[in-house]
Every structure is written in C-alpha cells, then in structure tokens.
C-alpha cells in the first residue's frame, strides 16, 4: 500500500525496530558485504590478505575491528594505479550506470561508481529521509545543489520519488534563484547553511522579507556543520521563518547518509546502508557512546564499490537512545569539525564550530566571526573576531568582556576579542573559511 501523507514513516517495520533488530540487519549484511568485496575487488583482497583477516573471521559486529581502514588517499591512489575507477570496485564495468566525482583538496577527482540497485536504492533512502523531516507529495521542493558530477545533485530525485513536486534549480545565481522560489511558491529548498544565510541577507537588501515574501517553510542544509549548531540554525531559521534540517553526507557514499527529523534533536543515520564506528583519534579504539571520536564508515549494500572503515577524518558524537519521532536508529549528535580543522591552541583541541556558537547567540553580533591565530613569544594567541551589530549602542567593552568568558566557558581556551563594525569580515557563500592561522611550524 502506498504511503499516505499523514503516515509518520516511510519504511515503518524498519525505521522502528529495536535495536537488537538493527545489530542483527547490519551483521547479516555485512557478512555478505564482505564476502562480497573480497571475492569481486582485488584491493580488499589484498588488504584483507596483508592483514591476516578472512570475511568469514566476522562473526560479531565487534569483528569489523580487526578490518583495515580505508581512506581517500588510498582511494585516489588505487584510481590511479588502476584507472578509471580503482580497484576498490567489485563488479564488472557494464554494472555500472552512474558515477559521481569529487575533486577534494587534493584536486584529483575521485569517482563514486553506483550499480542500477545501488542508484535506486540510495534514491529510496533520500525519500525516506525527505519524509522524516516533513516533506509531502504537497510540497514543492527546490534543490539549490551542484548538479555537475556532484553526489549531492541526485538527491533530487528522493524528494521526486517522494512525489514532492521537484524543482532542479542547481547553482543558479542568488537572484535568480530568489526568483524562482517567488515564482513558483517553493516550499522546501536545500542549500549549504552559509549559502542560506547569504540567499536569506541577498533578499533582504532586495526588499524581500523571506519570511513575509517567500512561501519556504523547510530548509535542508549540507555540507557544513553550521546546520547542527542551535544558534546557526535558529538564526537561518528567523530569517527565513522556516524550519532547518541539518543533512550528512559523504561523496564517497551517498549524498545524504544521514539527517534530521522533524524532532531535530540529531541526524538519524541510513543504518541499514552504513555502518557507523567513532574512534578515538590517536588509538582508534571506539569512544564511549556520547564522546567525541573520529566517524569511521562502512558500507553495507553498495555493490559498485564497498567502502569498508572508511576514516571521515570527521570529529562526530553519536547516540541510539530513541528518539521522540519513534525512529530508532543510531543518531549523528553533532559534526563538532574537521580531524584537520581541528586547531590546538595552547594544547587544546578546538573546533570553529564552538566558537561560532557563542559568537551566533549574542544577539549584539552580527554572527560573522573569523578566529586568528598567532605565535608571540612562542605562546598560541587566539584572537576571535567577530562584528556588533548595526545601531549597537551599548558598552563595547562590556560586550568583549562577556564574549571572552562565554569563549573561555564554551572551548576551555583564553581568547582576545576584537570587535568589529558591521560588514567588515568577508561574507562567506558556500564553504566558510574562517580560520586565519599565522603560526609557523604549528604541526611541528
Ligand atoms: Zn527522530
């Protein structure tokens, strides 16, 4: 029977089963998913074979420990060594029908090959993750993401197969883009939480009020983590008078693998597709539920290509407590940054993120921030720059005064303030870049 739009779930029996349920799916699948991989690509059987391990030696979940890790570097490797797509893939070419391709830092583009199954499966999982955070066959979606080769662009067709009425909008330039949500009467958008903020601060100056003018009501974000942050989030939120749907994904995978409900209390995770293990950096044994670890990934049903311990080198906390949707898979709590944006600044691990969370609810500031690094006689400065607001006519020493002891109360590290006039920081669209390290020999 068709889903109904008052119905809360879009797989009922899966999406609420015990967690025991859960344990036992993951381990059946993934005993094949091994078997599989060892038998169809010469990389993991090789690297199963350095390691001494056999996919029969799983017997239990915890069994996945005495896997090797996989990570990008090595996936761009094998590419090379093997082109065009590596010898991570496990079924003849004429199986594969869609590839996506992410260029990364390193600028070698690294390809994500799909099979027929795998392409329809992922796409019935984008549609149960669009239901469970509200979106209908009544709504009218726009998808503001990269189309070219990017992971991210056939989410689409999720909210499609949902039979929400699917706009391929794409990058288009701000105003156009404002354009189309007015003409239209668009509902749902999905775009990066910076870009929001900056599509949102673009209508503004154009004499659109987003939440008086626009019809948008939900806003799906990726690919940053200001979209976990409260205070990022509640501030996209007023703006657009619209709710905030926090997304993950991974263009090795999927391009959502994870997102909110409508409780938005953390992002339920596709545990049915990917297995999730959070390890502690230095050790890589796993962190007690809760604790900050580094999201270690393994795919369950991608036959294309598996992944197996893929390391994120994202910082993550996680928890398989229910949640108040009913839903009881394990839930994304935070993407706290980057295992490479992660700053030491006099010996403790800070992220952006938790300095944007004291700089986004100071209802003084504008919310822009940058934090500058500096070395002054060998001792780590942190300066946090962030603007006051337009007409803020109150103390400015009493405003830094405050924001340097909720900085110190939020990350444990002693920051200066500087406070600026509004619109002196560069706006950031897309990828925020926020950090302004001028120490020398810092990894040293
Ligand atoms: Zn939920």
Redesign the pocket.
Known sequence: MAVQDDDAYWHPGLETQSRADWRQLQLDLLKDHLRHAYDGSPYYRAAFDARGVLPSDLRTLDDLRRFPFLDKATIRDRQIAVPPFGDLVAVPEREIVYISASSGSTGVPTASPFTAKDFEEWIDYEARQFW?SGLRPTDRYAHALNFSLFVGGPCVLGAQKLGALSIHAGTLPSERLLGVLGQFRATALWTTPSYAWHLGETAQREGIAPARDLAVRRLFVAGEPGGSIPETRGRIEALWGAEVYDYYGLSDIFGSCAGM?V?K?GL?WAEDHILVEVLAPGTQEPVPEGGRGELVLTTLRKRARPIIRFRTGDVVSVTTEP???G?TSLRLKGVHGRLDDMLIVKGVNLFPGDVEAVVRQDPALTGEYRLVLERVDRLDRLTVEAEHRQGFNGNLEELRTRLRRQLKAATGVGAEVALLAPDTLPRAVHKAKRIDDRRQHVWS
Do not use: L
């Open positions: 469970s409900c409780e209390d339920h949640c108040r949707c839903r």
